[in-house]
């Protein structure tokens, strides 16, 4: 069996994406047992990924909502916001 990088952080996958079906590796519909090790990792880690973490988005998301809005109170421009 050859060695192959498992993505298993959904953020890691999310930007990959875009990457892994141009260059036309799609070696989980062609590799049954490679999707059954890669659906194993998600399940695994999912629960540990901010991605799918609802309280630590939402805190985030406020965090820059926040950023945001002290800005125009403050009468700033706009700029980058980074929520954290």
């Known amino acids: 069996m050859t060695t192959k990088k498992i993505l298993t952080n959904p953020k890691e996958i999310l930007k990959k994406s875009i990457n892994f079906i141009e260059?036309?590796?799609f070696e989980l519909a062609k590799n049954p047992?490679?999707?059954k090790e890669i659906k194993t990792k998600l399940i695994s880690n999912v629960k540990a990924s901010s991605v799918c973490n609802i309280g630590e988005?939402?805190?985030s998301i406020?965090?820059?909502y926040i950023q945001i809005?002290?800005?125009y109170h403050d009468n700033l421009n706009?700029?980058?916001v980074e929520a954290v």
């Open 23 to 25: 260059s036309g590796q």
């Open 33 to 35: 047992e490679y999707l």
């Open 57 to 59: 988005y939402t805190k």
């Open 62 to 64: 406020e965090s820059g």
């Open 69 to 71: 809005y002290e800005r």
């Open 78 to 80: 706009p700029e980058h």
